[in-house]
């Protein structure tokens, strides 16, 4: 092994890594040595800790490539009301978020406290595509109060940049009545390039191995995020011959296959494509779903090549039933990103001032297609089996914003076309 390759090794194991050999395989490459995957940069040369920054100051900074900083005054969606008490609201300060800004581009992630850390991108607006954790299969989640908490959610920076930002997400998801016996542990890894993409690393363990409880196969819920008083009318372009708006989009990277879903200015549903054409998109080697934002496209893409067999992997749209959806429709849930109710749901009334939430498409990792989520649902969850495979899979997925659905097909052959180097982050760092 060389002085380098050591030193690197040596420094992750001090940043919390268990072992030189554990610290390799989460970064993505083997000591080996193998040329197919490149070293991975050393976490911040640092003996103390930087002093969290105010919003203001941290948007005043200028930025090289990519950076990553603590924020202590930060409110989701620009929401001005009280963050207290604790409870309900997040232990410790509520206002305490990591953000990622990149030179030159519009967009940031974030990691909010008040949010669960579940982090999103955020475009210009205040709006965000959030591709939620592996809540478990059955009750357990972060959405609630004690999800909010420190000791059930918490973030670090790894790397702050200015090459690359590494940010780490570790969480229990726990009930919303009690957290002493949490249901599984998950661990996120995401790692920013000065291009403006995100890749994600997520795995997880059962702490309940013997219920199904304790298991998750739905880690890329598709939902988004917006101020309270934004409409469809301000989040999402008009379609000119129906009048309703495209709020979601799911689309074949190898091929011209695309659903498209629409909602009008009271929530009713529309859509371009059937549940066969969702299932068959679903099952091609890899797909892309996008929130088509008048700010800007954002999309998440996910793929074999990344972790999800094309067999098991169903995207399902939640205002048809027929898809395997649970017919949400255009609901809109105020309990997050700011979470002012004890509750893992909360549907947001007509004068609801705090920021909300609204869920187009949710992907599962599923060995069966579920056509009816009433019925198919509570029994899937109990296969064991496929449980067990989730809990020792690690998964990977391609975040950003764009211009255009186009674009987005091409990135997501680019990238999975690596093959199993997009379990490396450097994957991402050349792609355009």
């Given amino acids: 092994m060389t002085t380098s390759r050591r030193s690197v090794l040596t420094s992750l194991a001090a940043t919390g890594f268990a072992s030189a050999a554990l610290a390799s395989s989460r970064l993505g490459y083997s000591l080996s040595g193998s040329s197919e995957q490149a070293p991975a940069p050393c976490p911040d040369p640092i003996y103390e800790k930087p002093s969290p920054l105010s919003e203001a100051e941290f948007n005043s900074r200028n930025i090289d490539g990519v950076c990553a900083a603590e924020i202590n005054d930060f409110s989701p969606c620009g929401y001005t009301g009280p963050l207290v008490p604790s409870p309900p609201h997040a232990d410790l300060n509520p206002r305490k978020a990591v953000i990622v800004r990149w030179r030159g581009q519009k967009h940031r992630f974030v990691f909010s406290h008040e949010a669960s850390y579940a982090p999103w991108i955020e475009l210009p607006g205040k709006v965000g595509l959030c591709n939620q954790f592996f809540e478990s299969n059955q009750a357990a989640e972060l959405f609630n109060q004690f999800g909010r908490r420190e000791r059930n959610s918490s ?86 011959q129906y009048g309703d708006y495209l709020v979601g989009s799911v689309i074949d990277a190898y091929s011209s296959r695309r659903y498209d879903k629409f909602w009008d200015d009271q929530g009713r549903p529309r859509r371009i494509g059937d549940a066969a054409l969702l299932l068959e998109i679903s099952r091609s080697r890899g797909l892309a779903m996008i929130a088509p934002f008048k700010a800007g496209c954002a999309f998440t893409v996910l793929g074999a090549s990344s972790g999800f067999p094309s067999t098991k992997s169903q995207v399902v749209d939640h205002s048809f039933k027929d898809t395997g959806g649970w017919g949400w429709g255009a609901i809109r849930w105020d309990h997050w990103p700011v979470g002012w109710v004890n509750s893992e749901a909360h549907t947001a009334s007509a004068a609801s001032n705090v920021p909300y939430s609204f869920g187009q498409f949710s992907h599962y990792i599923i060995d069966r297609p579920i056509i009816n989520a009433k019925v198919d649902f509570p029994i899937a969850v109990k296969n064991m089996a496929l449980n067990r495979w989730t809990e020792r899979r690690v998964f990977y997925t391609l975040t950003g914003t764009t211009g255009n659905v186009e674009s987005i097909r091409r990135l997501a052959r680019q990238w999975l076309d690596k093959g199993k180097n997009c379990a490396n982050p450097e994957s991402v760092k050349d792609l355009l």
Wanted: aromatic letters at 16%; a negative charge.
């Fill in 155 to 240: 973030v670090d920076v790894i790397e702050s940049g200015p090459k690359r930002v590494w940010v780490r997400w570790n969480y229990t998801c726990v009930h919303e009545d009690e957290d002493e016996h949490p249901a599984l542990r998950g661990t996120e890894d995401y790692v920013a390039y000065p291009n403006g993409l995100v890749w994600r690393r997520l795995s997880y363990e059962s702490l309940r191995p013997n219920d199904p409880d304790g298991y998750s196969w739905q880690p890329v819920d598709f939902f988004c995020l917006a101020p309270a008083s934004a409409t469809w009318a301000d989040l999402f372009p008009r379609d000119p």
